[in-house]
T-cell receptor
Framework: KAGVTQTPRYLIKTRGQQVTLSCSPI?????VSWYQQTPGQGLQFLFE???????NKGNFPGRFSGRQFSNSRSEMNVSTLELGDSALYLC????????????FGSGTQLSVL | GESVGLHLPTLSVQEGDNSIINCAYS??????FIWYKQESGKGPQFIID?????DKRQGQRVTVLLNKTVKHLSLQIAATQPGDSAVYFC??????????FGQGTTLQVKP
């Protein structure tokens, strides 16, 4: 069974631009969660989607948004990029998303210049 | 708010010794706990998990201990190997279902 796939692997953007990251979960998994990882803040929860609905949301500004499609694939979007948005963005999938282990992708490394 | 903390940012051990990585959590309503290992350039990889109705769970060379009285979680790695060198994260979740991660402990294994 294929693991969680994230694309692209690396991205370089400039301040003010927007970016879209993609995540394909493990087949059969209906929950997709997104995390931001930085050296200073560790793994911070962004949001979680289940059956195309956002079920949980972390403490991030509205510039961070996401969606999930009927095939459980998910995208996250960051608008009006800031230097502080430079981070590794990790996607994780699970069957139900409720108190169970998450399977992570390798992440998208975003650099904002 | 919710927070999960680790006692030490870096742990250095000799190859073959046992390693113990500690984690403290603050949410007494948490009922699911999990440990992840993250190697450079990769996403976190599941190691072992435990639910609040247990206080110990063993896997292959790893043991997780949960002390709900003092809200403490630990990961024990037996006969530590160079391949165990990585950053280790604990995480917990409660009634919201979302996993909250600690800051991570870097395990360095000396040959």
């Amino acid at each position: 069974k294929a693991g969680v796939t994230q694309t692209p692997r690396y991205l370089i953007k400039t301040r003010g631009q927007q970016v879209t990251l993609s995540c394909s979960p493990i087949s059969g998994h209906r929950s997709v969660s997104w995390y931001q990882q930085t050296p200073g803040q560790g793994l911070q929860f962004l949001f979680e989607y289940f059956s195309e609905t956002q079920r949980n949301k972390g403490n991030f500004p509205g510039r961070f948004s996401g969606r999930q499609f009927s095939n459980s694939r998910s995208e996250m979007n960051v608008s009006t990029l800031e230097l502080g948005d430079s981070a590794l963005y990790l996607c994780a999938s699970s069957l139900t998303g409720m108190n169970e282990k998450l399977f992570f992708g390798s992440g998208t490394q975003l650099s904002v210049l | 708010g919710e927070s999960v903390g680790l006692h030490l940012p870096t742990l250095s051990v000799q190859e073959g010794d046992n390693s113990i990585i500690n984690c403290a959590y603050s949410n007494s309503a948490s009922d699911y706990f999990i440990w992840y290992k993250q190697e450079s350039g990769k996403g976190p990889q599941f190691i072992i998990d435990i639910r609040s109705n247990m206080d110990k769970r063993q896997g292959q060379r790893v043991t997780v201990l949960l002390n709900k009285t003092v809200k403490h979680l630990s990961l024990q790695i037996a006969a530590t190997q160079p391949g165990d060198s990585a950053v280790y994260f604990c995480a917990e979740s409660g009634n919201t279902g979302k996993l909250i991660f600690g800051q991570g402990t870097t395990l360095q294994v000396k040959p």
